[in-house]
C-alpha cells in the first residue's frame, strides 16, 4: 500500500528533521571531526627534511635550490654541531672552498642515511658536471600514486562511512525501541499494513538521510581549505554505499529487538559502532595500524565499507575491488538481518 | 444464528502467564452497537480479555469472534473494522495532532480531510498544529481515541480511557465517548471507575481475579442487590429515637455529623420529613456499583 508507505516515511523524516539532537549528531559531528583532523593533518607528511649549513659554495646553493631540503643557516660549526648534538638536526654540512663535509646524528639510522644520501648525492652531481662529461648513466625520476594518501584523501570515506554507520545503525535500533515501548508498533499491527511497509519506509529514510550526509561531507571536503580530489571511479562506491547503509540497518534491527529502552538501544549501538570507528580506518589510515590490527580489522563490516568507499572515491579503482566489500556487506545484512528477524518482537512482555 | 446481531461473541476465554491465571473462563457477548463496560480493580484481567477479543494475544483455551470472524491470528480483514484506542503515548514523536491522525488515516487509505473531522469530534480543533509532547494528559487521551475512530471501524475497543484525568477531563471525555456511541458504533471499555461504568454503559461485566462475577444493565444490577437507601440528615435535625419511628424507616444511627436512616421505601420517609419540615443537609444516598462489588467479593473496592 504506496499511501502507508509514504505517510509513514513522512512522519519519520520529520520526527527526524524536528529533533535537533538527531540533526546534530547526524550532520555537525562527523563534520566537526572532518574540519578538525583535515585542517590539523592538512600539513601532514609534507615537511622537508631540515640540515644544517656553515660556509658557502656551490654544493649548498644546489641544496638549496632543490627543495629537496631546507637549510639552517650556522654562524659557527660549534653552534651547528650543537643542535646535531642536540637532536633538533639530523645533521649539518660545513662546506669551505671545496670541501664539503657532513656531521650527522646517528640516532635515527634511516635519516642519517637519507642525509648522507642526499649531501653526497648532490656533492657527486657536481663533481660529474665540472669534469665537463657527459654522464654515462642516466637517471630519471617519475613520481607514483602510491597507496599512501593525503589525510583528507581517507578522512572523507573514512567519516563518510562512520556517519553513515551512526545514521543506520542508531535510526533502526532507536526507532524500533521506541515505537515498541510507546505502543506504535502495536498501533501499526491493529492496522492493515504489512511489516514489509513499515521496514521498507523506515529503510528508505535512513538512504535518504545517509544521501544527505554523502552531499555535506563531499561537500565539505570537496572546498579548496580541504582539498579533496574525487577519482573518475567515485561513482562505483554506491552500490559499496547502499549495502553498507543495509548492513548497518541490519545491526540497528537486531539492537532494536533485544533491548527494551531507548537508553539501552543508545549503548548498545555506542558499543557496536565506536571501536569499530576506530579500529577501522576512520580517523587514521588502517595501512598504518600493526598487522595483528588489521587482520582484526577485517571482521568489522565498517572496515569492509571503509576501503570500498575509498577504492572508489578517491583511489580511482577499477570495478573489480567492488566485489569483496560488496560481498561482505551483503552477507553481513542477510546474516544479522535474519537473526534480527527471529530475535523480533512485536511487544515488550 | 444470533451472530448477525452480535459484534462479539467471547466464549470461556483463559490466559495463564505461569501459575497466574490472569483470564480464567471468560465468556460474554456485546451487541451491534452496545456500549459494554468492562470493570474491575486494576489487576482483574480487563486488559487480557480485551488485548484477546482484539486478536493481540491467543486464548489458552476458549474462543472469540468479532464481527462474525476469528481475530486471531491476525485477520487483515478485520483490522479496517475495528479502532483500537491505545495508551495515551501511542504516537508519532514531534508530529502535531493533524499529522497524527493523517499517518495513521494513510494507513487505512482515509482521506487527509478526515483528520479534522476527527479533532472537531474530541474537541481539539484548536489544537491540530500543537506537537503531541505538548499536549496535556486529557487531550493526548482525546487524541488518541480520535486516531483509533480515524477509520470509521465498526467496533471501538477503549482500554481505560479516562485513567489518571483530572475530572474536568474526565466529563469532557464522557461527552466524546456519547458522541461516539451516537454514531452508531460499537464500544467495549474497561474502566476501574465504577460510578463512570455506572453512568455510559448499556451492560456492564465486572470482574475480578480473571473472571466475571456479574453482567447485567448497572441499574439491574444495583436494583438486584435490595440494598436500603440511606437518607442522611444532619445531626440534631431529629433525634435517634424519632428517627427509628418514622413510617417505612427500617434503623438509623448517627455518627459525630449526620444521622443516617435506611429504608427500603424512601418515598413515605421522605414525606413525613418533609412535614416535620426537617430537610436540613438532607442527602439521599442509593446503592451504587461499589455496593454490588462489595456484595459480590466481600470486600471494600479499591481501584
Known amino acids: 500500500m504506496t499511501g502507508a508507505f509514504k505517510s509513514l516515511s513522512v512522519a519519520m523524516v520529520k520526527g527526524f528533521v524536528r529533533d535537533k539532537a538527531t540533526l546534530f549528531f547526524t550532520f555537525v559531528f562527523p563534520l566537526m571531526f572532518l574540519v578538525v583532523f583535515g585542517l590539523l593533518f592538512r600539513d601532514a607528511g609534507t615537511d622537508k627534511l631540515k640540515i644544517g649549513a656553515v660556509g658557502d659554495g656551490p654544493v649548498l646553493a644546489a641544496l638549496e635550490q632543490s627543495g629537496v631540503v631546507e637549510l639552517e643557516r650556522f654562524d659557527t660549526v660549534e653552534a651547528g654541531v650543537q643542535k646535531v648534538r642536540d637532536g633538533d638536526l639530523p645533521g649539518m654540512v660545513e662546506a669551505t672552498g671545496n670541501t664539503v663535509s657532513l656531521r650527522f646524528a646517528a640516532s635515527d639510522q634511516a635519516q642519517a642515511g637519507l642525509v648522507q644520501g642526499i649531501v653526497a648525492g648532490f656533492t657527486q652531481e657536481l663533481n660529474v658536471r665540472a669534469t665537463g662529461q657527459p654522464p654515462r648513466f642516466q637517471f630519471t625520476a617519475a613520481q607514483v600514486e602510491d597507496a599512501s594518501l593525503k589525510p583528507i584523501q581517507y578522512l572523507t570515506p573514512g567519516i563518510l562511512s562512520w556517519g553513515i554507520a551512526v545514521t543506520a545503525v542508531f535510526g533502526a535500533a532507536l526507532t524500533m525501541v521506541n515505537w515498541r515501548r510507546k505502543q506504535v508498533l502495536r498501533r501499526l499491527r491493529l492496522a492493515p499494513v504489512t511489516p514489509t511497509t513499515v521496514l521498507s519506509s523506515r529503510l528508505s529514510v535512513t538512504i535518504g538521510v545517509a544521501v544527505a550526509q554523502a552531499f555535506v561531507f563531499v561537500g565539505v571536503a570537496l572546498l579548496p581549505v580541504f582539498g579533496l580530489r574525487l577519482s573518475g571511479t567515485w561513482w562505483l562506491s554506491i552500490p559499496v554505499f547502499l549495502s553498507g547503509i543495509l548492513a548497518f540497518f541490519a545491526i540497528g534491527m537486531l539492537i532494536g529487538a533485544f533491548t527494551k529502552t531507548e537508553e539501552a538501544a543508545t549503548g548498545a549501538a555506542n558499543i557496536v559502532v565506536l571501536p569499530m570507528a576506530f579500529l577501522s580506518g576512520t580517523f587514521f589510515p588502517i595501512d598504518a595500524a600493526p598487522p595483528w590490527l588489521q587482520t582484526v580489522s577485517k571482521i568489522f563490516p565498517l572496515r569492509h565499507m571503509n576501503d570500498g568507499m575509498m577504492d572508489f572515491l578517491v583511489r580511482g579503482k577499477s570495478v573489480t575491488a567492488m566485489l569483496v566489500p560488496c560481498a561482505v556487506l551483503i552477507g553481513f545484512t542477510l546474516v544479522v538481518g535474519f537473526i534480527a528477524s527471529k530475535v523480533f518482537t512485536w511487544e515488550d512482555s | ?303
Open chain 2, 1 to 303: 444464528m444470533t451472530v448477525t446481531t452480535q459484534a462479539i461473541v467471547v466464549d470461556g476465554i483463559r490466559k495463564a502467564y505461569g501459575e497466574l491465571k490472569a483470564v480464567d473462563g471468560v465468556s460474554f457477548t456485546v451487541a451491534e452497537g452496545e456500549f459494554f463496560g468492562i470493570l474491575g480493580p486494576n489487576g482483574a484481567g480487563k486488559t487480557t480479555t480485551l488485548e484477546i477479543v482484539e486478536g493481540l494475544r491467543e486464548p489458552d483455551a476458549g474462543s472469540v469472534r468479532l464481527l462474525g470472524e476469528s481475530p486471531f491470528p491476525r485477520n487483515k480483514a478485520l483490522l479496517p473494522r475495528m479502532g483500537v484506542q491505545l495508551q495515551a503515548s501511542a504516537f508519532f514523536e514531534k508530529l502535531t495532532a493533524r499529522e497524527q491522525l493523517r499517518t495513521f488515516g494513510a494507513l487505512y487509505g482515509v482521506a487527509p480531510a478526515k483528520a479534522d473531522e476527527m479533532l472537531e469530534l474530541v474537541g481539539l480543533t484548536d489544537k491540530a498544529d500543537t506537537r503531541e509532547d505538548k499536549l496535556s494528559g486529557g487531550q493526548r487521551q482525546r487524541l488518541s481515541i480520535a486516531c483509533a475512530l480515524v477509520h470509521d471501524p465498526d467496533v471501538v475497543f477503549l482500554d481505560e480511557p479516562t485513567a489518571a484525568l483530572d475530572p474536568q477531563a474526565r466529563r469532557n471525555l464522557w461527552d466524546v465517548l456519547r458522541a461516539i456511541q451516537a454514531r452508531g458504533k460499537t464500544i467495549v471499555y474497561t474502566t476501574h471507575y465504577l460510578d463512570e461504568a455506572e453512568i455510559l454503559c448499556d451492560r456492564v461485566a465486572i470482574m475480578d481475579n480473571g473472571r466475571i462475577l456479574a453482567m447485567d444493565a448497572p441499574a439491574t444490577l444495583v436494583r438486584g442487590l435490595d440494598a436500603p437507601t440511606h437518607v442522611i440528615l444532619e445531626r440534631g435535625s431529629l433525634s435517634l429515637e424519632d428517627a427509628k419511628a418514622l413510617v417505612g424507616a427500617d434503623t438509623a444511627h448517627e455518627d459525630d455529623l449526620s444521622l443516617t436512616i435506611s429504608t427500603r421505601t424512601p418515598a413515605p420517609v421522605l414525606s413525613a420529613l418533609a412535614e416535620r419540615g426537617t430537610l436540613d443537609g438532607l442527602q439521599v444516598r442509593t446503592a451504587t456499583l461499589e455496593d454490588v462489588f462489595l456484595d459480590l467479593t466481600g470486600r471494600e473496592y479499591r481501584a
